[in-house]
């Protein structure tokens, strides 16, 4: 039963402090009950919080990382058959207002994956994360032959169509990149949508040395593959 034509997966860990602004930002522009909540092992109250919106809601017992909570969101999402799945993050660096602009575009070019551009805003992002980003755009845009803007935004949207063959295996932050990846693999477009970029002082989940080595080894693979 198909709930809408868009659909939105959104990885939260120990976000019930922002998880219903975030919510009610999407649920504009996209059905609430075609909003997937994948509560990944948080020990706070976001899955409550989840719950007052009216938005579906996936609970993982245990922390399994966002390419693991994405992975089992995008694999509950599927069974209602959308067109299009965006993933946003829950601490609210990723703007709802922008939805719109993932819609058009989809509507626009025949793209199966569409990402969040931040290079055209930059001021506000720690100097450790733009280089780290500049780092793996640079590496994947040498991989692909293609211009690769921000690698690293989680802020995208996805054909379903087109993802139920990816067969992604990421556990981590390394799924976005992972995705860059295999749509370019087996063929994909990629199209990019510029969205603003918000840092208020939110703690990084992200291990710098493990990510960094992770995304080494993915990037690696990608040659045997």
């Not at 706070?44 to 089992?72: F, H, I």
């Not at 993050?89 to 602009?101: E, F, I, L, N």
Request: with cysteine.
């Amino acid at each position: 039963m198909r709930l809408s034509p868009w659909t939105a997966v959104i990885p939260a860990f120990n976000a019930a402090s922002t998880i219903q602004t975030v919510i009610i930002g999407v649920s504009k522009y996209i059905p609430i009950e075609a909003i997937l909540i994948v509560d990944d092992g948080s020990r706070d109250d976001t899955a409550q919080r989840v719950n007052e919106t009216g938005a579906s809601l996936l609970r993982r017992s245990t922390n399994g990382g966002k390419g693991r909570a994405l992975r089992d969101g995008f694999a509950k999402i599927l069974d209602s058959q959308p067109e299009w799945i965006i993933c946003l993050d829950a601490d609210g660096q990723h703007d709802p207002t922008v939805v719109p602009r993932f819609q058009e575009a989809a509507g626009v070019g025949p793209f199966d994956l569409l990402i969040g551009d931040r290079t055209g805003d930059l001021a506000t992002m720690p100097l450790p994360r733009r280089f780290s980003n500049l780092f793996s755009s640079t590496l994947i845009s040498w991989r692909t032959g293609n211009r690769i803007h921000d690698a690293q935004c989680g802020f995208r949207a996805v054909r379903a169509s087109f993802l139920r063959d990816l067969r992604l295996k990421a556990e981590n932050y390394e799924i976005e990149v992972e995705m860059i990846l295999k749509t370019w693999q087996r063929g994909g477009k990629i199209g990019w949508v510029p969205i603003p970029t918000i840092y208020q002082g939110e703690p990084s989940f992200i291990r710098k040395f493990p990510e960094t080595m992770r995304f080494l080894r993915l990037l690696i693979r990608s040659y045997y593959e």
